[in-house]
């Protein structure tokens, strides 16, 4: 069952992503700049406001509404949601206060209330484990926010109506699975329930909030330092690399965490030290090559997935945010289970407030003085000291080993499969999707040729001890 419904999930992320890559593609050839970038700063406003609106019954609904015998909660989630969507007019004056004009805070707030009912839809579906349920409602939204963006840009190409259409798709949505997640649900306002779900969604809440700013701070100062065209190419590219970088990881990653709580509850200290061990070499040997790689042919990348007018700024600014995103990936995926494993939550909030302020100050300075390219050197400086905050932090809290020995020779093989695919690129007179593919190539067969050499993760061992199961599998058959 537990491969069925990740299989399932993961089936629904990689489509929801393709459609995602369709639909840059598509809205950076059919938008100009200035209207793709006021899209994606409402874009960006709607996310950090919808976590306002939802984060407070995620814990709920997981502990309640997962159990088949549980109390019906979604009378209490529905009216607190509703009490949530009263903060509208504040978050508008925040949007007003960022710099969005009018039109475009009226319809990020739109959306982000879509969003959070689209959201609070699929929770209540996904925990009562309807994987396929949960499927149908993404990849109608992904199509939805699609074809409703196509349709704006041929009738009125604005950012306004484009934030307007992503707001009737995620709507759209919710609608198709309503039935299944609220049919028979009594609306009721228990003072005494929502003041308990305040309390204890809090932490979360405000943990959420943190890291969305984080996610959203240099595209707003780009907006107001330099504008909103600027803000648009900038973040088609950040965008590209943050959807083909990051799923890999956050699939590796996402067995760590609950092993290691498993592990040391039935092993001890020692036992889970070893295993985190081994998760942070297999982690950074998927990430590190995968962003290298990405960074050698980012130009290459934008010119087949942007619109002419996105290429050159997402050339430039790709490859240092390729770099980020290595110590992103380490910093939330490896270096912050030590503050679950300790128990410290509020060390999630110093280290996401650290880079807040981080990318503030660094966003603010750089960027005046070098545009789009000191947004992303920003980027990679909040992101270099989010991961070093982290890494302090981690020594206050449960000790996890950083096998330095094991890493640098991942480091080793991952540039030089990275000046491997580079000087290939310099002599390669190819079109760009030929390029891709054969740069995509030579790297991948570099690195796996010294991960043999190495033994990178134990690759040796593990193809070895892989051969000799499928032998042994073979035999019985055959036998």
Same mark, same amino acid.
């Given at each position: 069952?537990?491969?069925?419904?990740?299989?399932?999930?993961?089936?629904?992320? &990689?489509?929801?992503?393709?459609?995602?890559?369709?639909?840059?593609? #598509?809205?950076?050839?059919?938008?100009?700049?200035?209207?793709?970038?006021?899209?994606?700063?409402?874009?960006?406003?709607?996310?950090?406001? =919808? /976590? @306002?609106?939802?984060?407070?019954? $995620?814990?709920?609904?997981?502990?309640?509404?997962?159990?088949?015998?549980?109390?019906?909660?979604?009378?209490?989630?529905?009216?607190?949601?509703?009490? @949530? =969507?009263?903060?509208?007019?504040?978050?508008?004056?925040?949007?007003?206060?960022?710099?969005?004009?009018?039109?475009?805070?009226?319809?990020?707030?739109?959306?982000?209330?879509?969003?959070?009912?689209?959201?609070?839809?699929?929770?209540?579906?996904?925990? !009562?484990?309807?994987?396929?349920?949960?499927?149908?409602?993404? *990849?109608?939204?992904?199509?939805?926010?699609? =074809? *409703?963006?196509?349709?704006?840009?041929?009738?009125?190409?604005?950012?306004?109506?484009?934030?307007?259409?992503?707001?009737?798709?995620?709507?759209?949505?919710?609608?198709?699975?309503?039935?299944?997640?609220?049919?028979?649900?009594?609306?009721?306002?228990?003072?005494?329930?929502?003041?308990?779900?305040?309390?204890?969604?809090?932490?979360?809440?405000?943990? #959420?909030?943190?890291?969305?700013?984080?996610?959203?701070?240099?595209?707003?100062?780009?907006? +107001?330092?330099?504008?909103?065209?600027?803000?648009?190419?900038? /973040?088609?590219?950040?965008?590209?690399? $943050?959807?083909?970088?990051?799923?890999?990881?956050?699939?590796?990653?996402?067995?760590?965490?609950?092993?290691?709580?498993?592990? !040391?509850?039935?092993?001890?200290?020692?036992?889970? $030290?070893?295993?985190?061990?081994?998760?942070?070499?297999? *982690?950074?040997?998927?990430?590190?090559?995968?962003?290298?790689?990405?960074?050698?042919?980012?130009?290459?990348?934008?010119? #087949?997935?942007?619109?002419?007018?996105?290429?050159?700024?997402?050339?430039?600014?790709?490859?240092?945010?390729?770099?980020?995103?290595?110590?992103?990936?380490?910093?939330?995926?490896?270096?912050? &289970?030590?503050?679950?494993?300790?128990?410290?939550?509020?060390?999630?909030?110093?280290?996401?407030?650290?880079?807040?302020?981080?990318? %503030? #100050?660094?966003?603010?300075?750089?960027?005046?003085?070098?545009?789009?390219?000191?947004?992303?050197? &920003?980027?990679?400086?909040?992101?270099?000291?989010?991961?070093? @905050?982290?890494? /302090?932090?981690?020594?206050?809290?449960?000790?996890?080993?950083?096998?330095?020995?094991? %890493?640098?020779?991942?480091?080793?093989?991952?540039?030089?499969?990275?000046?491997?695919? &580079?000087?290939?690129?310099?002599?390669?007179?190819?079109?760009?999707?030929?390029?891709?593919?054969?740069?995509?190539?030579?790297?991948?067969?570099?690195?796996?040729?010294? @991960?043999?050499?190495?033994?990178?993760?134990? %690759? !040796?061992?593990?193809?070895?001890?892989?051969?000799?199961?499928? $032998?042994?599998?073979?035999?019985?058959? +055959?036998?």
């Amino acid at each position: 069952m537990l491969i069925g419904q990740a299989s399932i999930n993961l089936a629904a992320n &990689a489509l929801s992503a393709l459609l995602g890559l369709l639909s840059v593609f #598509i809205f950076t050839r059919l938008f100009s700049p200035h209207d793709y970038g006021v899209y994606l700063l409402g874009v960006g406003f709607a996310s950090v406001f =919808c /976590v @306002c609106l939802v984060s407070w019954f $995620r814990n709920l609904i997981l502990s309640e509404h997962a159990r088949s015998d549980g109390a019906d909660v979604r009378g209490l989630v529905l009216s607190g949601y509703f009490i @949530c =969507c009263l903060s509208a007019p504040i978050a508008y004056g925040a949007a007003r206060l960022v710099g969005l004009d009018n039109t475009t805070a009226l319809a990020a707030v739109v959306l982000a209330i879509a969003i959070g009912l689209f959201e609070l839809t699929q929770d209540l579906i996904r925990a !009562r484990l309807m994987a396929v349920a949960v499927m149908k409602a993404t *990849l109608v939204r992904a199509v939805g926010v699609l =074809c *409703l963006g196509g349709l704006v840009a041929f009738v009125s190409p604005t950012g306004f109506w484009l934030l307007l259409s992503s707001a009737a798709a995620y709507l759209l949505a919710a609608l198709v699975q309503s039935r299944k997640a609220w049919r028979g649900t009594v609306l009721r306002f228990d003072r005494a329930g929502l003041l308990a779900v305040a309390k204890t969604g809090l932490p979360l809440t405000l943990s #959420i909030f943190l890291l969305g700013i984080s996610t959203v701070t240099d595209r707003f100062m780009i907006a +107001n330092l330099v504008g909103a065209a600027d803000a648009g190419k900038y /973040v088609a590219g950040l965008d590209l690399v $943050r959807q083909t970088l990051m799923l890999p990881a956050m699939s590796a990653a996402a067995a760590f965490f609950p092993m290691a709580v498993q592990i !040391r509850a039935s092993e001890g200290d020692a036992a889970v $030290r070893s295993h985190l061990s081994d998760c942070v070499e297999l *982690l950074l040997s998927i990430t590190l090559p995968a962003c290298l790689g990405f960074a050698m042919i980012s130009a290459h990348v934008a010119n #087949i997935i942007l619109g002419a007018d996105f290429r050159e700024t997402a050339a430039q600014t790709m490859p240092i945010i390729a770099v980020a995103v290595v110590f992103q990936i380490l910093t939330q995926q490896y270096l912050h &289970a030590s503050f679950l494993l300790s128990g410290r939550n509020s060390f999630y909030l110093i280290n996401t407030a650290t880079i807040i302020v981080a990318n %503030l #100050i660094l966003s603010y300075v750089l960027i005046s003085h070098y545009g789009t390219l000191g947004a992303a050197w &920003a980027r990679l400086g909040a992101d270099g000291i989010g991961f070093a @905050c982290a890494l /302090v932090l981690s020594r206050f809290a449960f000790k996890i080993p950083l096998p330095l020995g094991r %890493l640098a020779l991942i480091m080793i093989a991952g540039l030089v499969m990275a000046l491997t695919v &580079a000087a290939l690129d310099r002599n390669l007179q190819v079109a760009d999707l030929t390029a891709c593919i054969a740069l995509a190539a030579a790297g991948f067969v570099t690195y796996a040729a010294l @991960c043999w050499l190495f033994d990178i993760a134990r %690759l !040796r061992s593990r193809l070895k001890a892989a051969f000799a199961m499928f $032998r042994t599998k073979l035999a019985d058959i +055959n036998g």
